[in-house]
């Protein structure tokens, strides 16, 4: 593969896991939908134009979220209304914060996939059949062959279970 094409491969796999993100960040700044997706547009454009001044070692979704700040800032005025809606100060506070904020879900997502790891393959089975499969209470029941009732109590076991061991994982501060 060419050096051209490891480049390539690298922005779309940062972009692709971080854009949910970034489009996030900038619906914070603009709440118009229409308004916030131009912006992600043209940031995403950016991003992929100064991708080659992007530091590896640093945190992409930071790098994203400075460059969508300057976007907001360039549409807003573009805009023609009137004076922004936000000061800088404002909009560099909200950039460090869903920075901050972002380390700590990956740090949760990642203390929630490790203590599920440890639940029985049984528990782990039925919040497959929840959450990812979207299945009722009922529906799981008739799968595993219990009633309501049990996959109500169980599955409230299940969330406390998970919650105490994130919490201790983050208390100890990095996953087990």
Known sequence: MSADQDRINEFLRLHTRHETRVHAFILSL???W???????QETATILWSKFDQFDPETNYFAWACQIARFE????????????????DEFLQTVAEETVEMDEELVARQRALADCAEKLSPTDREMIRL???DGATATTIGERLGR????????????RRTLYDCVGRTLAKGKPT
């Open 30 to 32: 603009l709440p118009d």
């Open 34 to 40: 229409n308004d916030a997706e131009d912006v992600m």
């Open 72 to 87: 907001v800032k360039r549409y807003l005025r573009r805009q023609k209304r009137g004076r922004l809606l936000f000061n």
């Open 130 to 132: 929840r959450y990812e």
């Open 147 to 158: 009633s309501v009732h049990a996959i109500y109590k169980a599955m409230k076991r299940i």
